[in-house]
């Protein structure tokens, strides 16, 4: 616990994937035993959520065909209306399960509730992996702001919150957003120590089929290369993409881990690059 004992009172972001939410128990035993922890040592503690497999899984249930680009859900009306019920609903309630298992007050609701965080439809905009030409993602958000004051005032009543990843403009409309981006963002405006990215993916691996080949740090311009050499594809290019930007934003080190062994989260905190990949200043 020593390591940790270093960051109390200041603020550690965990953004768990939804595929996570689909095993309660192994999540209690990981993320939750790891978040409790945290708690123990004094850090105070927020929660970003996904929802991406509960998603898709209700999409074909519904007969609609999910559309990717460059890793990110395109995402019109009726996209919108599955987001809603994968976030808000199953998925927050799973996660609520499994924390309160692991015995985490985590206060589980979506950026929406509130304000708590602030969004605008993200105009058309060139992305890796996608091609010259701008890409509109449709009812996509961008991140405009975070209440800060609101979510240091549930830390300071006791509750983690947990946020699933949807959040609306001033005139109430919702978008879906992803949630490695409300993370990173969450985590800048709260000048967080640190940021955990945690997900079945034990990292940024050189070769993407083998565990063994995972990179313990990397700085900015050692993923960029990564990125450029095509070491980082898909979907873990946006997740890198983001904890770049983020870094030159003040958050001090944002870690990609795994939740294998049940306490990779928790040791990688306590010794960055042991469990996952940690991203540190270059």
Same mark, same amino acid.
């Given at each position: 616990?020593?390591?940790?004992?270093?960051? /109390?009172?200041?603020?550690?972001?965990? $953004?768990?994937?939804?595929?996570?939410?689909?095993?309660?128990?192994? *999540?209690? #035993? =990981?993320?939750?035993?790891?978040?409790?922890?945290? *708690?123990? !040592?004094?850090?105070?503690?927020?929660?970003?959520?996904?929802?991406?497999?509960?998603?898709?899984?209700?999409?074909?249930?519904?007969?609609?065909?999910? /559309?990717? %680009?460059?890793?990110?859900?395109?995402?019109?009306? !009726?996209?919108?209306?599955?987001?809603?019920? =994968?976030?808000?609903?199953?998925?927050?309630?799973? %996660? !609520?399960? #499994?924390?309160?298992?692991?015995?985490?007050?985590?206060?589980?609701?979506?950026?929406? =509730?509130?304000?708590?965080?602030?969004?605008?439809?993200?105009?058309?905009? +060139?992305?890796?992996?996608?091609?010259?030409?701008?890409?509109?993602?449709?009812? +996509?958000?961008?991140? +405009?702001?975070?209440?800060?004051?609101?979510?240091?005032?549930?830390?300071?009543?006791?509750?983690?919150?947990?946020?699933?990843?949807?959040?609306?403009?001033?005139?109430?409309?919702?978008?879906?957003?992803?949630?490695?981006?409300?993370?990173? /963002?969450?985590?800048? $405006?709260?000048?967080?120590?640190?940021?955990?990215?945690?997900?079945?993916?034990?990292?940024?691996?050189?070769?993407?089929?083998?565990?063994?080949?995972?990179?313990?740090?990397?700085?900015?311009?050692?993923?960029?290369? $990564?990125?450029?050499?095509?070491?980082?594809?898909?979907?873990?290019?946006?997740?890198?993409?983001?904890?770049?930007?983020?870094?030159?934003?003040?958050?001090?080190?944002?870690?990609?881990?795994?939740?294998?062994?049940?306490?990779? *989260?928790?040791?990688?905190?306590?010794?960055?690059?042991?469990?996952?990949?940690?991203?540190?200043?270059?």
């Amino acid at each position: 616990m020593s390591g940790l004992n270093d960051f /109390r009172g200041r603020w550690f972001v965990v $953004k768990i994937g939804g595929e996570l939410a689909q095993d309660r128990p192994r *999540l209690a #035993a =990981s993320v939750g035993a790891a978040v409790r922890a945290f *708690l123990d !040592a004094g850090i105070r503690v927020a929660v970003i959520h996904g929802g991406g497999p509960q998603a898709t899984e209700l999409q074909k249930k519904l007969g609609l065909q999910p /559309r990717m %680009v460059a890793g990110r859900r395109y995402t019109d009306e !009726a996209t919108l209306e599955v987001m809603k019920m =994968s976030l808000a609903g199953q998925v927050s309630v799973d %996660v !609520a399960s #499994a924390f309160r298992l692991a015995g985490v007050p985590a206060l589980c609701t979506t950026g929406m =509730s509130a304000g708590l965080i602030t969004a605008e439809r993200r105009p058309p905009k +060139v992305m890796s992996g996608a091609g010259p030409e701008p890409v509109d993602l449709g009812l +996509v958000g961008d991140v +405009v702001g975070v209440d800060v004051d609101a979510l240091r005032r549930l830390s300071d009543a006791g509750f983690v919150p947990v946020l699933g990843s949807l959040a609306g403009d001033a005139r109430g409309q919702p978008f879906n957003i992803n949630a490695d981006t409300v993370a990173t /963002r969450v985590a800048a $405006k709260l000048g967080a120590a640190k940021l955990f990215l945690v997900s079945n993916v034990p990292g940024v691996l050189a070769n993407k089929d083998d565990p063994s080949t995972r990179l313990p740090t990397l700085t900015p311009a050692q993923a960029r290369e $990564k990125i450029a050499s095509g070491v980082i594809q898909g979907g873990m290019i946006p997740k890198v993409e983001e904890s770049l930007e983020m870094l030159e934003e003040g958050i001090e080190a944002i870690h990609i881990v795994g939740i294998s062994p049940a306490e990779a *989260l928790l040791h990688e905190a306590e010794r960055p690059g042991s469990q996952g990949t940690a991203f540190l200043r270059g």
